[in-house]
């Protein structure tokens, strides 16, 4: 029988916490061991009741947080109740449900012995000529501190959606140290309820959860104000065409598949924040005025013919003002094109 933790792994996840306090990665085993313990309890009492839409979301949970912990062996257990539930056999699946609480007492010992290798108060610290051997180049060394993404005193935020804890800890864990403010929301209708509060600039939504799964959560949130371009990446354990055309189908910005290679992801963040940035500034330099930044003659006639809908809708007066100004060539002529643009970019402060 294999380890119930895969040794090179576990070695690329010490990678991950590199550098950070040594309570981050214990809190995380602790998390999960808690978390999964839980799943386990609920998957047998829905395994009872023979609930297989349940059951499906359960093993789900338990297999994706087993894998970001190296528990393979675990994880794949469940991938097969996952599918016997999905199939709906559920009557075939209490065979599997005892190798999974077996399997999973090996793992909660093996983590257990994890935990007494961890040293009490310095950053945990691997050897990187070994690591550098058993793990991907973009994790042994990687900086994923790196730069303030958007100044010295704001960082971007990120809004974790996942209804797995350990999921959860885990992603806020790397994000913070990759520079990113973090909030997290444990299902798809605290996440849209928090929206307008949170402010994210970038959602990070898993794809399977209950309630709301991720498909309805991205489709209602394109119809928010501030949401129409929102940065979505969709997170899922399924790697098939079928997902991730259902997730591009809803406007999603990108797809990764679990376990997440954090550094990479935090790189890729990055990058769709600097897309949104230029995007943003692309639209504005379409509606406003390069000059005085005001709105321009396209955006104004769209915002008068906005207004004056919702008036007639409302049945309100609706009302604008026109202000021409004369001799403003004399101003060019003698004073120079210079004082004349600052003129030009004064006079509507004037006004107001």
């Not at 994000?175 to 605290?190: C, H, K, P, S, T």
């Not at 354990?237 to 189908?249: S, T």
């Amino acid at each position: 029988m294999s380890e119930p933790l895969d040794a090179e792994k576990l070695l690329v996840l010490k990678n991950n916490f590199q550098g950070l306090r040594v309570g981050r990665l214990t809190q995380l085993i602790h998390t999960y061991l808690s978390s999964a313990e839980t799943l386990l309890q609920k998957m047998e009492q829905t395994f009872d009741r023979r609930d297989a839409r349940a059951l499906f979301q359960l093993a789900h949970s338990l297999k994706s947080s087993s894998a970001n912990l190296t528990a393979l062996r675990l994880s794949a257990l469940c991938r097969n109740l996952e599918k016997e539930a999905r199939d709906g056999k559920v009557l075939e699946g209490e065979k599997q449900l005892r190798a999974i609480r077996d399997e999973f007492s090996r793992v909660s010992q093996a983590l257990e012995v994890v935990l007494t290798e961890l040293p009490e108060d310095e950053p945990w610290q691997i050897d990187r000529e070994q690591g550098s051997k058993l793990a991907s180049p973009y994790l042994v060394g990687a900086d994923i501190a790196g730069q303030e993404l958007v100044d010295g005193e704001r960082r971007p935020r990120v809004m974790v959606v996942d209804d797995d804890s350990t999921e959860r800890e885990m992603a806020k864990s790397l994000l913070q140290e990759g520079g990113f403010d973090v909030v997290l929301a444990e299902n798809g209708r605290i996440a849209l309820d928090r929206f307008f509060t949170d402010k994210p600039a970038v959602m990070l939504l898993n794809l399977e959860m209950p309630e709301l799964d991720g498909l309805q959560v991205c489709e209602r949130l394109r119809l928010l104000p501030g949401g129409e371009h929102l940065p979505v990446i969709m997170v899922t354990g399924h790697d098939d065409l079928p997902a991730i055309e259902k997730a591009y189908a809803v406007e999603a910005t990108d797809f990764v598949t679990k376990p997440v290679v954090w550094p990479v992801l935090v790189q890729r963040i990055r990058y769709l924040l600097r897309a949104a940035a230029a995007f943003e500034r692309v639209n504005e330099l379409a509606i406003s005025d390069a000059l005085t930044g005001l709105p321009n003659r396209r955006h104004t006639l769209e915002r008068m013919q906005q207004g004056l809908a919702e008036a007639r809708r409302n049945k309100l007066a609706f009302s604008c003002t026109l202000v021409d100004i004369d001799y403003f060539k004399r101003i060019n002529d003698t004073h120079g094109h210079l004082v004349g643009d600052l003129s030009y970019v004064n006079w509507p402060v004037c006004c107001v």
